[in-house]
């Protein structure tokens, strides 16, 4: 079965740091691209950060220089490093990865993963 199972939320204050981990039940080469989105209460869902099998990344431009995305692929996982969190970065983290080892490719979404920034 295949899963994507999140971790590493919290409650953090303001100019802190959390790093989330997105495990995969498989490889996580047969995951691409793997995302980290992020919904915040009365806010649409938005996309934070991507990787592809590359090794490229692309980052919101509310998160550059601030969020780093990186993959493990012996631990078949994915991280998502942020750094000098703000409140509005308050909302519920998820995971995606497109399955490419389906046909048509699938996507999967992790459970999600709440981070506040709070004082």
């Known amino acids: 079965q295949v899963q994507l199972v999140e971790s590493g939320g919290g409650l953090v204050q303001p100019g802190g740091s959390l790093r989330l981990s997105c495990a995969a039940s498989?490889?996580?080469?047969?995951?691409?691209?793997m995302m980290w989105y992020r919904q915040a209460p009365g806010k649409q869902r938005e996309l934070v950060a991507s990787?592809?099998?590359?090794?490229?990344?692309k980052y919101a431009n509310s998160v550059k220089g601030r969020f780093t995305i990186s993959r493990d692929n012996a631990k078949n996982t994915v991280y998502l490093q942020m750094n000098s969190l703000k409140p509005e970065d308050t909302a519920v983290y998820s995971c995606?990865?497109?399955?490419?080892?389906?046909?048509?490719?699938?996507?999967?979404w992790g459970q999600g993963t709440q981070v506040t920034v709070s004082s």
């Open positions: 995606y990865g497109l399955w490419i080892a389906s046909d048509p490719p699938e996507g999967y």
């Open positions: 498989g490889s996580i080469f047969t995951f691409n691209p």
């Open positions: 990787i592809v099998r590359s090794g490229t990344t």
